[in-house]
């Protein structure tokens, strides 16, 4: 790792960490959009994963979630770790479209999760959470009957307002802006770059070139090897 970068992370005090699927896939969750991906496997899984779905076919969402979307024996990776690391100092917030948990079990401290969590399940009768472990077994609630979900942001349905303003708080107090394993092309969460603190250095590490509307240094690697080398002090 050149010196610079390292100094740049040394230095920074108020760090936003910027990610996304590319995030996980060193932790065994493939990628949506990739060769392999959900979405490239199945032209449906947009509307299968849409609060429209939900509601017209509650047992084919309940299904599609189950077989595609949780992998229990994922653990954090380096990416994971060192983030979270920095975060444990009071120098970090990470803001993620993962919606895994595993940021959450890596100890990551000051953390928003953009999309929600799958591992987050609530009744939508009584609003009462409830277990992942019971949800992968029914989606009827035992206690009432009512129909189980992940909080997590469907497609036709709104980002959580206080995740919106707790991002833009975050990206205008930043002094050093990271988008890891994202290819920022997904809105709302490409739109946080407009909220940036102007004086604060955008870096992208990522296996492929990103197109970015502002000035930013790209690293074009493995953030795999990125963060392995990354010194966190």
């Not at 599609?64 to 994922?74: G, I, Q, R, S, V």
């Not at 895994?100 to 100890?107: K, P, T």
């Not at 409830?130 to 909080?151: F, I, M, N, T, W």
Request: charged share 25%.
């Amino acid at each position: 790792m050149e010196q610079a970068v390292q100094q740049l992370f040394d230095n920074a005090q108020r760090i936003v960490f910027l990610t996304g699927a590319g995030v996980s896939t060193a932790s065994g969750i493939p990628d949506f959009r990739s060769a392999n991906g959900l979405y490239t496997k199945d032209r449906n899984a947009e509307y299968y994963l849409s609060h429209r779905y939900f509601v017209s076919d509650p047992e084919g969402f309940y299904q599609f979630c189950k077989e595609n979307l949780y992998f229990p024996d994922a653990k954090p990776n380096i990416i994971h770790q060192k983030q979270a690391a920095l975060t444990q100092q009071d120098r970090a917030t990470v803001i993620t479209q993962n919606i895994d948990n595993l940021y959450e079990e890596a100890g990551t401290k000051h953390l928003i999760d953009f999309h929600g969590n799958l591992f987050n399940v609530y009744c939508e009768k009584c609003h009462e959470t409830v277990p992942v472990e019971e949800y992968l077994k029914s989606r009827l609630h035992q206690k009432d009957g009512g129909a189980l979900r992940p909080d997590i942001v469907l497609y036709d349905e709104g980002i959580k307002q206080e995740n919106i303003i707790n991002s833009v708080r975050a990206m205008q107090q930043a002094d050093l802006v990271v988008i890891v394993g994202t290819s920022m092309k997904v809105y709302p969460f490409a739109g946080l770059l407009e909220y940036r603190n102007p004086t604060a250095k955008v870096v992208a590490v990522n296996q492929e070139a990103l197109q970015l509307p502002c000035d930013f240094e790209m690293i074009q690697t493995d953030a795999t090897e990125f963060f392995k080398e990354l010194q966190v002090k």
